[in-house]
């Protein structure tokens, strides 16, 4: 039998392998190309365009490329956009301070930091019942420092120190408030749970608020103390009421005046950084017209 011969395709199968791999590359290539073009020409381009633009000026010869123009613009535009931006998002923030420093009847100052793990929640809470989250803060560190288990010699629980009647007046929960401190008796509705008591007895806070037209004094002494033992016009009934609203009021004007040198402080930083974007627009601006002087209006 005569042998079969194979035709010499080599060439043809080398060639049909490596042309994938040449398209593999140009295309490759063309995406570089494409995100340098499109995520670093111009950032680049926005940031050189004053040097560019102050460059050109001293030149004799023909206007620099129109891009240089453009993105220079765009440059001046957009600082000015966040400088105008900022400003209306500052005013807010410094007019607020600005009557916390005028007046101790303004209570919209949220506390600010991590101080505690509940203090959103007591920023929310407050804002919800209108009441100074400093306040709400100072009655919790008077009352039980913090401890949502703590329990006092009166029976009042939790961390507003709650009583087991004005618990059950309040919560509309099952929670008796008489159980151990040691379990949750219904989970999240319970008058050892921290979120929950806290709750309840900023509602608490706010129904004696009422009661007593906003008098935050007289309010703080019924909740110390109870309704019966208040006498508007009076000195409170107890000694340990008294001294209670004296370091509640010591804590609360404390807490006041960290929360606004906060607020001012951070207002100050926006207010600097305001005026450094002007200063910038306006060094662009000065820029633009040297530009044009010298090439525009030549003398």
Avoid at 180 to 201: F, Q, T
Wanted: aromatic content about 12%; overall charge positive; some cysteine.
């Amino acid at each position: 039998m005569k042998g079969i011969t194979i035709p010499n395709t080599g060439p043809f199968i080398e060639q049909e392998f490596k042309m994938p791999e040449t398209r593999l590359s140009n295309r490759s290539r063309k995406t570089r190309q494409n995100f340098f073009q499109r995520w670093i020409v111009p950032p680049l381009k926005l940031a050189l365009s004053p040097v560019v633009m102050v460059w050109d000026s001293f030149r004799e010869k023909r206007l620099a490329d129109y891009s240089w123009l453009y993105a220079f613009f765009l440059l001046t535009s957009a600082i000015m956009c966040v400088a105008f931006l900022a400003v209306w998002i500052t005013d807010g923030p410094v007019d607020e301070t600005l009557k916390m420093l005028s007046t101790v009847k303004n209570h919209s100052m949220p506390l600010e930091g991590d101080i505690h793990p509940l203090i959103n929640r007591i920023n929310q809470v407050g804002l919800e019942y209108d009441i100074d989250p400093n306040l709400i803060f100072a009655v919790i560190q008077r009352e039980s420092n913090f401890n949502s288990k703590a329990v006092s010699r009166a029976g009042a629980r939790g961390l507003m120190q709650l009583t087991p009647f004005v618990w059950k007046q309040y919560s509309g929960s099952p929670c008796t408030g008489t159980h151990s401190n040691r379990v949750l008796c219904h989970k999240s509705n319970c008058i050892y749970d921290p979120e929950a008591n806290l709750r309840v007895g900023v509602k608490y806070l706010r129904v004696l608020m009422d009661h007593y037209q906003g008098r935050v004094d007289l309010a703080l002494e019924a909740y110390n103390a109870g309704l019966a033992n208040v006498t508007p016009g009076m000195q409170p009934k107890f000694g340990e009421t008294r001294h209670y609203l004296k370091k509640v009021f010591l804590d609360w004007h404390d807490l006041r005046k960290d929360t606004i040198a906060l607020k001012l402080e951070a207002a100050l930083h926006f207010r600097n950084g305001i005026k450094q974007l002007f200063g910038a627009a306006f060094i662009c601006w000065a820029i633009l017209f040297w530009w044009a002087n010298r090439k525009l209006f030549p003398n």
